[in-house]
């Protein structure tokens, strides 16, 4: 092991337990052992805790379980507590891996799933708040009911019976979901969503009194060595309801600030908290606590060592700290004790061993998309299932682990995998793995395909990471690329399959004037084929659109989006984190955008006159360049040509069967070499 990454393997003491690194692998959406609306026995965490801990991970921390769900009480799931978890924890320990149950009071005005599917007692149950009147994060018109002083002190008790019930199954301790990303007891601590005139509201003391209640009555409970760690948001980073901050941006802030931050984690570590598992953020700013590929690196860092320094608990920092080289040095400085890390374990579960063994480059990183683990958008009622919530879309073996064990293949075959994008790459890897002999064609100069203009942005360091871990790895395979080539059914004949991976093309307007030079597709925007001038626009607001426009912005240009829809980013699955942040970064930056408004020409002239329709009327851009960013139709070219030619084993991946994301087409490729 490298001595600079020495300090994140130091051993470190967390109440009456010892971890045996100083890395947690942070809560995630789908995680718990039970559902997240009954508490039944989610069986799928069995392999994924399992493959974590033959990681390296120190300590494991699941999704949230809520302490009462409508009439019934976590401490009642005696035989999912003394059965299947028991048996896991015997499993987990085997591998020197500590587990501490997070368990959560509710989500008050931050709830979303279950509404639909609640009866009575469970939407009761569900939408509160500390008083009432709160508005809902997702649905503002839906006010939330203020809890009473006995459902307070029942949910007090629970805790306390659910701890003790925990430490009988043998797990090493318990974090509250508490004064963190809005959630129930995090409204109760922050001034402006609390509006209680009783003990439980009004000053700081006041405000922290029930997560400081429930630490004492844990405590009381299981005794003083039994851990509590604290999942604690040190700024909410709030410009008001459903306005968040961005890094660097000037605001007032309008829930928990910096400064009264320290004051409230010296009362939760007075009340007994053995840990601080902290980052930033609320609901209204969930680009903090769940950081996409916009936020920074480490994004949460410069807070939570602030914080560190009014405490004498430990204090964990999480938010994009997969880092190592960073997160050891943070934690060889004294300026935090350890790191939070989610997603990344998510992507490769066994990140934490490559760091070990400084096999750095063998890491498939995260890129922060959002679109496996968290895929929720924007509109209430959609409620994906949540066990999905805790699966990636680069790793389709989380949390479906058994399914996806890589196996070799029954019969060897000569397979050819058609184009080296990201899934002409994917299933080239698996099939090779699998133990056939793989051919790659492609038929420029560069593996990637459309990926490598989509990594182009600043802002996707990582996405460029995950480009030269797919090369690297066919590298490593020994696989025969042949660059420079394009495939045709004669030199495919004798293959036994063929795996056509040959992508998509951009999508055509008919639209007067788009011959004009100064009209560029976005993919050679983003490959920097074409230059454009000072005033451009980008007409498509979608995913693509809107990174476009953020990166025209960063670089000092003036945006402007022009979308058909009646909104921009309208993508099926888009994590409110992601299109969130989007639309906070187009206000910071003043981006114009025109909405429901169809592109009807372009006129050429010193400048370009861009004229577009929508309900309000005609209106003319007069811009120096457009960015057409409309889509992508599948190019079927070769796969027709292929079964013209009688070939028989077709396979077709990615966006040659239909356009899709990085997800899709991965899991095309899983699909595809784990069936050959």
């Known amino acids: 092991m490298s001595q600079k990454y020495d300090a994140l393997f130091r051993p470190i003491k967390i109440g009456g337990v010892t971890l045996k690194n100083r890395v947690i692998m942070c809560a995630m959406g789908g995680t718990s052992p039970f559902g997240h609306f009954d508490y039944n026995f989610n069986p799928l965490v069995r392999d994924y805790y399992i493959e974590r801990a033959r990681g390296g991970v120190g300590l494991i921390i699941p999704g949230v379980t809520q302490v009462k769900l409508g009439d019934h009480y976590l401490y009642e799931a005696e035989d999912v507590f003394l059965g299947p978890v028991k048996e896991i924890m015997d499993e987990l320990h085997s591998y020197g891996t500590k587990y501490f149950l997070q368990i959560g009071a509710g989500f008050g005005r931050v709830q979303l799933m279950g509404l639909d599917h609640a009866d009575d007692a469970m939407r009761r149950s569900l939408l509160v708040s500390p008083a009432d009147g709160l508005q809902n994060v997702w649905t503002p018109e839906l006010k939330h009911r203020g809890l009473t002083l006995d459902e307070i002190h029942g949910i007090i008790e ?186 990344q374990f998510l992507a490769d579960p066994y990140w934490l061993n490559k760091v070990k063994a400084g096999d750095i480059e063998d890491i498939r990183p995260c890129i922060a998309c959002h679109n496996g683990c968290f895929p929720i958008g924007l509109v209430p009622g959609n409620t994906n299932n949540p066990l999905k919530m805790s699966h990636c879309a680069l790793n389709p073996a989380t949390m479906d682990e058994a399914n996806w064990r890589l196996t070799p293949a029954e019969v060897k075959k000569n397979v050819a995998v058609v184009g080296g994008g990201v899934g002409g790459m994917e299933c080239a890897r698996l099939a090779s793995l699998r133990g056939h002999n793989v051919t790659l064609f492609e038929k420029t100069d560069k593996l990637g395909g459309v990926f490598i203009a989509a990594a182009a942005p600043s802002f996707k360091e990582k996405d460029k990471m995950l480009l030269q871990w797919y090369i690297r790895q066919i590298e490593s395979l020994g696989i025969d690329v042949r660059m420079n080539c394009e495939a045709t059914p004669e030199m495919l004949k004798d293959y036994d399959t063929v795996v056509v991976a040959s992508g998509s093309t951009p999508r055509k307007l008919a639209v007067p004037g788009l011959d004009d030079p100064r009209v560029v597709e976005a993919i050679e925007y983003l490959n920097h084929e074409k230059p454009t001038g000072k005033r451009v626009a980008v007409i498509g607001g979608s995913l693509t659109g809107a990174e476009i426009a953020y990166q025209l912005a960063l670089d000092g240009q003036t945006p402007i989006i022009v979308e058909m829809q009646n909104d921009i980013l309208q993508v099926p699955g888009l994590c409110a984190a992601n299109s969130n942040m989007l639309r906070e970064i187009i206000r910071l930056y003043n981006i114009d955008v025109y909405t429901g408004a169809e592109l009807k020409s372009v006129s050429s002239g010193t400048t370009l006159s861009v004229q577009i329709h929508s309900a309000d009327g005609d209106r003319t851009l007069d811009v120096d360049s457009v960015v057409l ?7 079927t070219r070769l796969a027709d040509k292929l079964r013209e030619s009688g070939i028989s084993d077709i396979r077709v991946i990615g966006d040659a069967r239909r356009v899709g994301n990085l997800m899709s087409t991965i899991y095309d490729a899983y699909e595809v070499a784990y069936a050959i």
């Not at 960013?629 to 190019?635: L, M």
């Open 158 to 343: 629970a805790f306390g019976k659910s701890a003790l019930l925990c430490k009988q199954a043998g797990i090493d301790g318990v974090e509250i979901h508490a004064v963190h990303e809005g959630y129930l007891l995090d409204q109760f601590a922050v001034a402006s969503t609390n509006g209680r005139t009783d003990e439980y509201g009004g000053s700081l003391e006041n405000r922290l009194r029930f997560a400081c209640e429930i630490i004492r009555e844990m405590k009381r409970v299981c005794g003083d060595d039994f851990p509590v760690s604290v999942r604690y948001s040190v700024a909410s980073k709030m410009r008001g309801f459903n306005a968040g901050a961005l890094p660097a941006e000037n605001y007032e802030e309008f829930g928990r600030s910096l400064e009264e931050s320290p004051a409230a984690a010296r009362l939760l570590e007075e009340a007994g908290a053995d840990l601080l598992n902290a980052d930033n953020g609320s609901y209204d700013s969930w680009w903090w606590a769940h950081p996409p590929v916009y936020m920074p690196l480490h994004c949460n860092y410069p807070e939570v060592s602030y914080l560190k320094k009014f405490v004498n608990i430990p204090v964990f920092c999480a938010g994009r700290m997969e880092d190592p080289e960073f997160s050891a040095h943070a934690i060889e400085s004294g300026e935090i004790d350890g790191i939070g890390v989610a997603r």
């Open 629 to 635: 960013a409309v889509g992508y139709v599948s190019d």
